[in-house]
């Protein structure tokens, strides 16, 4: 099923403070943190995952180019060998410690309807147009597709064995997560690691846009064999994984008023009051029913579903599974039933924003920025893939698979790459 290779990959050079060079996803850099990253080294890898235009070219145009003249100054240099890239990430989450580990190699990209890779989420247009823009004038992949796969345990024995190894990066980042990378050469591993994936499904846990865009320049240059190739991390689905949830809140709610959306809950949920933030976080994440806490603007709620079943009403063209998603459950019941909010004003993010921190939504509803604040409890890994083997795909912003890859740790680089 998967065709899964290794790569020579372009990395800064051994003589780089990684801190300072590499960054967060593109999609995670806010403005502030462009600006922090410039300052820090001016080699920083912002500078072509997010040019800006200058000197009558267009940022991709720069992007390209100074990619390639880091590379003639040996900022960046290509690895001699093929190699798979085990790596490790160790971070703390509400006071505990936790490592997720996978590895780096390259994927063959294949249309959904293959059903090699699943997709569980929509994409948008314009970040899709914005990063194809950025690959055809550079021809480099940054960062990596997050890919979780079934594990009978071949591969991560192969993964743990190299990880015993002295390692080729090891450092932490801005937020003080310890990144470690290996590099796995040996021809016998390589092998054993090809063979170990060969029959396997993938699901995207992130990096939806960038995989369609590197499907697309695929379907666009049939005939470059590297291009049908893009950057992947690895993870088995049985390994610790710490996934977020992402809260919501709501705004531009016609005659909104918090005792209107009381009456209205109270058809579908059991509906009862908390006295706080905390309390309300915890009782949504210890439920073990479809369970949505909410800050109405006056008090916190949480509502419980009364009967499952009320979803095949409304969602019966989707699977139970989907149908079983708090997250679904919450879109569907409240936010376009009971608010009466689109789905195309959700896709706008018009009348809906998404955070991380509660605290934050709370604040939104009491400053009167928003009518009201939605919190939920993570999706897990296993209800992904279950939805993506159905070919469905969950709300906007379903799954925040903490911590996120870094870009810049490896680079694919097509005009590199051995088949080219």
Known sequence: ??????????????????????????????????KTYRLRNSNNLVNVLLPDEKEGKTKYQISGEVFHKWLEKGILKRDDN?????????????????????????????????K????????????????????????????????LYKDDGKSQKVIDEAMKENTIVDFKDDFEVKNELWNLTDKNKIHELNAAMADKQLFIADGHHRYETSLAYAQENPS???????????????????????HRVVRGVENYTPAALSGKLEKYFDVSTVAGIDETINATKNSEGITIGIFDGENYLVAKLKDKNIMNEFCGEHSEAWRSLDVAVLHSLIIEKCLGITQDKVA??????????????VKLVESGKANCAFFLKA??????????????????????????????????????????
């Open 224 to 246: 470059d064999i590297s291009a049908q190739y893009t950057m992947a991390m690895f993870v088995n689905i049985n390994s610790p994984l710490i996934v977020l949830p992402t």
């Open 116 to 147: 090699v890779i699943f997709p569980h989420e929509k994409t948008l247009s314009g970040p899709k147009a914005d990063r194809i823009a950025l690959l055809k004038e550079g021809r480099v992949h940054y960062g990596k597709i997050f890919l």
């Open 379 to 420: 999706t897990s890994p296993a209800q992904v893939c279950e939805v993506a083997l159905n070919g469905e795909v969950m709300p906007q912003k379903s799954t925040d698979f903490y911590p996120k890859l870094l870009s810049g740790l490896t680079m694919y680089a097509l005009d590199c790459a051995d088949e080219k």
């Open 348 to 361: 706008k993010e018009s009348a809906v924003s998404y955070h991380r921190k509660p605290e934050g939504a």
């Open 82 to 114: 093929p190699a798979f890239y085990p790596y490790r990430q160790t971070f703390e989450v509400n006071g505990e410690t936790h490592q997720r580990s996978g590895f780096v190699g390259l994927v063959k990209v294949e249309p959904y309807s293959k």
């Open 1 to 34: 099923m998967a065709d899964v290779r290794p790569l020579k990959a372009v990395r800064y050079n051994g003589k780089s403070d990684l801190s300072n060079l590499v960054t967060q996803p593109y999609d995670k850099i806010s403005p502030e943190l462009k």
